[in-house]
């Protein structure tokens, strides 16, 4: 009886283990192939600009959008991901320094990195958010591109990307939006511009650099990846919906919440939205409080 029972235990962790390698084995092929995908897109036309307020509107923007939160302060990369069971995620140097983008790399490269979420070769890149980026206004998009154009050269070298088993697994399970390229309308054109204002049109348009953790309807949710927190409501159901705009301004600047709590920077990016002006998250708050 007893070696009866011990074989179809043996037998059923036979079947779970056969099934494991089963999955992972079509998570990685599966991944691989969608990675490998060559997208033909035609860059849209982007009017780069030497002008000095242009450029100072770009800077500001690689804080406002997050590139540095992933690129580095200098924009001359750092590895933002290291962990054993994800793999090393670096975010590349953008700058012309040694180790960093090709001498070449052309206003249409970064249209199609920034818009298409694609590198060179047509590939996607991974992580970086570009079905954010891709919802930039044109007038935004060019400042951004004119100052990274401009930006003086850092030297410095990169470990290559490297996935490892749970980055395949939790893309095949859908957990991780480890394509944004998959998520973009390749087709549309890029808005020209929106009208700058304590507007809730304007607030929407700025709450795109918060979607991808606190998802459209802004209710927040699962953490975005494994080691991070649940993703607050910040829609008026939430915390943020009690607060005075005064309150939400000061949350936004310092990390600190009016209940007293801390956001750290590396889970709820506030040194990005610290360079926001008064007139941005007044805009944000407005439209985050027509959310029910
Ligand atoms: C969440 C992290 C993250 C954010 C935010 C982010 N990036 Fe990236 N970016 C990456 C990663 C990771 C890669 C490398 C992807 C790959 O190699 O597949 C990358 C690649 C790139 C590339 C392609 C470089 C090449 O060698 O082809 C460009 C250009 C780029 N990012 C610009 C930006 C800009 C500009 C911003 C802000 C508007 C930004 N990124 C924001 C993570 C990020
Ligand atoms: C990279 C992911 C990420 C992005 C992008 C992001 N947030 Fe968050 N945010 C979080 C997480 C995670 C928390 C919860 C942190 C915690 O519990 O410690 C949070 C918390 C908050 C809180 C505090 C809520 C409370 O109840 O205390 C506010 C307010 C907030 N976010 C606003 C924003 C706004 C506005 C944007 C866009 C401009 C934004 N966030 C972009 C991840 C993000």
């Known amino acids: 009886m007893l070696k009866k029972i011990l074989f179809v235990v043996l037998g059923l962790l036979a079947a779970l283990i056969l099934f494991a390698c089963a999955f992972y084995t079509k998570a990685y092929f599966s991944t691989e192939a969608r990675l490998n995908t060559f997208y033909q897109v035609v860059p849209e036309q982007v009017t780069v600009s030497s002008d000095s307020s242009t450029l100072a509107y770009g800077a500001r923007l ?23 069971m994800l793999g090393v995620i670096p975010g590349p140097n953008l700058t012309k320094g040694e180790f960093g983008l090709p001498a070449d790399y052309s206003t249409n490269d970064w249209v199609r990195a920034l818009k298409h979420g694609l590198g060179r070769d047509g590939k996607p890149l991974v992580i970086m958010p570009s079905h954010e980026f891709t919802q930039l206004t044109q007038k935004d998009m060019a400042a951004l591109i004119s100052f990274l154009q401009s930006m003086p050269a850092v030297n410095r070298s990169l470990p290559a990307l490297r996935l490892k088993p749970l980055t395949y697994v939790l893309t095949e399970l859908e957990k991780i939006d480890l ?13 020209k511009d929106i ?68 956001l750290l920077p590396e889970q709820m990016p506030w040194n990005m939205t ?19």
């Open 62 to 84: 690689t804080t406002a959008k997050g590139c540095k939160d992933c690129h580095g302060n200098d924009l001359g990369g750092k590895i933002f991901i290291d962990d054993p």
């Open 179 to 191: 394509i944004p390229a998959e998520k973009i309308d390749h087709q549309r054109a890029l808005v």
């Open 195 to 262: 009208e700058v204002g304590i507007t809730t049109e304007y607030g929407k348009y700025l709450s795109v650099a918060c979607q991808g953790c606190h998802r459209a309807n802004m209710k927040g949710g699962d953490p975005i990846a494994p080691g991070f927190p649940p993703v607050a409501n910040i829609s008026l159901s939430g915390n943020p919906g009690k607060w005075t705009e005064q309150e939400f301004i000061a949350t936004l600047r310092t990390g600190i919440t009016p209940e007293g709590k801390t």
């Open 274 to 292: 610290a360079a926001y002006s008064d007139v941005e998250l007044k805009a944000l708050y407005k439209y985050l409080h027509t959310l029910q």
